[in-house]
């Protein structure tokens, strides 16, 4: 999201601060399982699971690829990403034309929209939003905006965006939530700690559900918007389940404790789709799995290795990585070995590296270049920096909200033990995750990116300017500084192509990160409990709320008259199957794989890490 988090995206850093887990959870609330609220026996509910939670539902704060999913699930955008193609479409506003060679945007608001509240919904609304985002730099929301870009609001449903230069945005489309001003406009001299610790919930939001509920660590609820300006979703409340491990969530799943299971590994796809009455979706990657080095400068607290800033150490690591042997073990029949920073779900504008212009998997010629530039071995094994003496230890934390990120932690130690290089894997929180890219308190991590299907975004992050706020380890580069500015400044798609794909080898050449897989995420969903489901992008698309709310909407409950007929999930699935009378338990037993890593899910990283 990611740039978000579904990185997705998600995936990606924040510049807000966290709130402690559990400082904000709501009074009273209970558990989503058996402890959580009884509903009424008319209420609909939707049940999903998942292995990564709400560290904080502010949306100021919004860090991991669960949030950008709840976020999404409630906040609309000003136009939206399409339910076909992720291309721009109406949301709150029903169109946006350019004039003033692309420097100014009038675009025509929805009348009548109100907040959950009943507070009507304006371009003030809007104007605020974007004024708040560029005063405090939210790094995920700021970026969208060149800078000296105004606003004006000459009448409730108009909104004039002008930009000092040429721009794409609100088409872009521009991934930024929009809030209410009469909720938020109190902080607009506040500082990101205060906003991002202030209450929110429940939430005010225009999308179709509002959070109402919210347990630190188990359940996060939400409810139906009253007030929303859409066609009325069927479910009247949908509950997000944490579970500490995904073998728990899958047994969840197959016992129906659950309707949905968000985020599967791979290795788990094999059980999964032995289940009864369960479907898949195989989502086409748009998250790529992440090593990223650290260059410094981030503050005090940085103080990466040495040797790392070596082209020619980075070099080496990247020959030393066999990424088919990583894809085949951590994520078999779900993922296919990583090149460049543009994930394939952006086909108009991914690149794929030329034969002639790849890097090998050679141990072999690894070792001889870290023989030649002077790297010796150790008694130990290990070799030395020839500058300072230091021996080539990586300290690599890995996050539990990228899937399988131990395990190709566990595996990346291996194959760098090979030429010489000792790694210490260290498993973390995605919130601790955050505070080391910050503070620059690593070597090097293990962690996801995703983006927009437009590639500014993830081309940005590379950029000088991102270091200290969204950038991995401050990778500064003046030469790539420019592929990045002369691409942003070319709008017409063609023209835009190759400086896009030069930007691509430029990256791939000069190893700021590895680009290590691009895993697919895998959602698991019951066919005899939920059904109409409008993946986005279509067919082979996310089925929960990840690039927009639709699928939310759409998906209702199974009936008999569903289960009879063979009704289509929407999904691409095939769903002939008859609905189970009578309450009957089935007694298979859930053949589970052997797990590779601990926690995490199969994300993107909104943009999503």
Known sequence: MFGHVSRSVAAGVV?????????????????????????????????????????????????????????????????????????????????????????????????????????????????????????????????????????????????????????????????????????????????????????????????????????????????????????????????FQLFTNQEAMVQALKNGQIDVADGLDGALLPAVQKIPNVAVQKVTSDWWVNMAFNFGGQGPASHPLAALQDLTVRKAIEMAIDKQKLVDTVYPGAATPGQTVIRPLSVYWHLTIPQDKQIPYDPAAANAMLDAAGYARGADGVRVDPKNGAPLVIRMPTSDDTAGSTAVGQLVAGFLKVIGITVQVQPVTAGKMYDLQQSGGFDAYIWYWSGDPDPNYMLSVFTSDMCKNLSDGCFKDPAYDAIFQRQNTTLDPAQRLPIVQEAQQYLYDHIPGIVLAYPNAIEAYRTDRVTGFTPAPEKDGYLLPSYNYTSMVTAHPVEASDAGSGSSSGSGFPTAIMMVMGGVVLGMILAVLLRRRHGGRDDERPDSN
Not at 78 to 85: M, P, Q, T, V
Not at 156 to 183: F, R
Request: hydrophobic letters at 35%.
């Open 15 to 239: 510049v807000a601060t966290a709130v402690a887990v559990g400082s904000w959870a709501t009074a009273g609330a209970a558990h989503a399982d058996s402890t959580s609220p009884s509903p009424a026996a008319t209420t609909k509910v939707l049940r999903i699971g998942t292995t990564t939670g709400v560290d904080n539902p502010n949306l100021w704060a919004v860090n991991s690829s669960t949030e950008f999913e709840v976020q999404t699930l409630q906040y609309d955008m000003l136009e939206k990403f399409g339910d076909k193609d992720l291309t721009a479409a109406p949301s709150l506003a029903t169109g946006c034309t350019p004039s003033d060679g692309r420097r100014v945007w009038t675009c025509t608001l929805r009348s009548g929209v109100m907040w959950s509240d009943g507070v009507p919904l304006t371009s003030k609304d809007v104007a605020f939003t974007y004024r708040f985002s560029i005063a405090k730099q939210f790094g995920y929301f700021a970026g969208y905006f060149p800078e000296g870009t105004t606003f004006e609001t000459p009448n409730d449903t108009t909104l004039i965006w002008k930009s000092p230069t040429p721009t794409n945005g609100p088409t872009v489309p521009a991934w930024v939530y929009i809030a209410p001003e009469h909720i938020w406009g109190k902080y607009m001299n506040s500082d990101v700690k205060t906003i991002t610790s202030a209450p929110s919930v429940p939430t005010v939001a225009s999308g179709p559900f509002v959070m109402t509920q919210a347990v630190s660590g188990q359940s996060w609820t939400f409810d139906r918007n009253p007030h929303f300006w859409g066609p009325a979703p069927a479910y009247d409340r949908i509950i």
